[in-house]
Nanobody, 123 residues
């Protein structure tokens, strides 16, 4: 079984910072993409940023220059450093990973999601 364990959400004032972490554990053969999506009330889940195993990054225009995604391949962990937070960043943030597992000599690639961590930006 594969699990994504998130940490680091919370309440912060506008202009503040938070750092999210997400560690993938379990029967992992390899991890391609890792990243973060968010979902505000009444909206769909949207891309924040992803990073592949080579360090190539894809991010939403709304977070460029404020959020930094990074990854520790040895620890199967992805981080999201969020600076200059705005009230409109308030959402549940979900960790995402595209993971290959091996079972009975068969490789299988699947999307995995964390359970989500709340980020609230408010004064």
């Amino acid at each position: 079984q594969v699990q994504l364990e998130e940490s680091g959400g919370g309440l912060v004032q506008p202009g503040g910072s938070l750092r999210l972490s997400c560690a993938a554990t379990g029967n992992i053969f390899s991890i391609n993409d890792m990243g973060w999506y968010h979902q505000a009330p009444g909206t769909g889940r949207e891309l924040v940023a992803t990073i592949d195993r080579h360090g190539n990054i894809n991010s939403a225009d709304s977070v460029k220059g404020r959020f930094t995604i990074s990854r520790d391949n040895a620890k199967n962990t992805v981080y999201l450093q969020m600076n200059s937070l705005k009230p409109e960043d308030t959402a549940v943030y979900y960790c995402y990973a595209l993971i290959t597992t091996m079972s009975l000599d068969l490789l299988r690639e699947m999307d995995y999601w964390g359970q989500g961590t709340q980020v609230t930006v408010s004064s």
